[in-house]
């Protein structure tokens, strides 16, 4: 699992974990619960949703780690306006500078012992926001990065390309946070939802994970695949991420 800051979004929500799940055995029951999760009221449906209160991203139809990170700054921005005095820095800068707090991943027979952060808490911006309530299309932030996902607005549609299928097997989970949340207990969150093996996302997972032609088909990428170059897979993965970067721009 890696664990991420963006100091410059209120802090309830500025802590972002992304961690990658293969071999997934429970997907049909990960629908079912956050279906029931959403209907039931008072403290049950309340104990309910914060069971399941993560974004479940179907791993097949993305490109890399950097086309997920993009959705959740693109979904960051769009969730918290702001009218900065100068111009932003390039979305691909932005991403550079992310934060990584720390990764741990486990191997399947062993039980999750974070590595210690030893860097130095980074310090909100003077000009953060320290609460605020998220502009949102969907539900929430988390559902809210699947429409990022999808070259559309059409939520039904989002979530039904871009989120956990009964037949998900790759499965990518994203929980927004504080940093007051620990690393430890995300992590035990996430174990306690999902059957599967937590693996690295700096080993090819993702990429050998995604089904082009279901990509294809999604981001219309066909008539890249008619070129005559050798880097036509690098090509088409520019594609996908520029055209999640650049959604809420145009």
């Known amino acids: 699992m890696e ?6 979004f209120p802090s309830a929500y500025s802590t972002i974990h992304i961690a990658l799940f293969s071999n997934v055995t429970n997907a049909p029951e990960i629908r079912t619960r956050l279906i029931a999760a959403s209907v039931k009221e008072g403290e049950e449906g309340d104990r309910a949703r914060a069971e399941v209160d993560f974004g479940f991203v179907e791993a097949g139809l993305l490109v890399s780690k950097e086309h997920l990170l993009t959705a959740i700054l693109t979904t960051l921005l769009y969730a918290f306006p702001s009218s900065p005095p100068s111009a932003p820095e ?17 191997s399947s027979s062993t039980t999750l012992t974070p590595t210690p952060n030893t860097s130095t808490p980074s310090t909100p911006s003077p000009s953060a926001p320290t609460s605020g309530k998220p502009k949102t299309r969907s539900h929430n932030l988390h559902s809210e990065i699947l429409l990022s996902l999808s070259p559309n607005n059409n939520i039904t549609d989002s979530i039904r390309r ?17 940093p007051d949340v620990g690393a430890e207990e995300v992590w035990k969150g996430m174990n306690g939802v999902v059957e ?23 981001y219309k990428l066909n008539e890249l695949n008619a070129l005559k170059s050798p880097d036509v897979k690098e090509k088409k993965v520019r594609a996908v991420i520029s055209s999640v970067a650049i959604k809420n721009v145009i």
């Open 162 to 178: 871009h989120g956990i299928s009964d037949t998900t097997t790759t499965l990518a989970v994203v929980r927004f946070g504080s």
């Open 90 to 106: 390039p979305l691909t800068t932005t991403l550079s500078s992310l934060s990584i707090l720390q990764e741990t991943v486990p």
């Open 3 to 8: 664990t991420y800051t963006l100091s410059n």
């Open 196 to 218: 599967g093996e937590l693996v690295s996302w700096d080993e090819g997972r993702v990429e050998n994970a995604t089904d082009w032609t279901r990509v294809d088909k999604v």
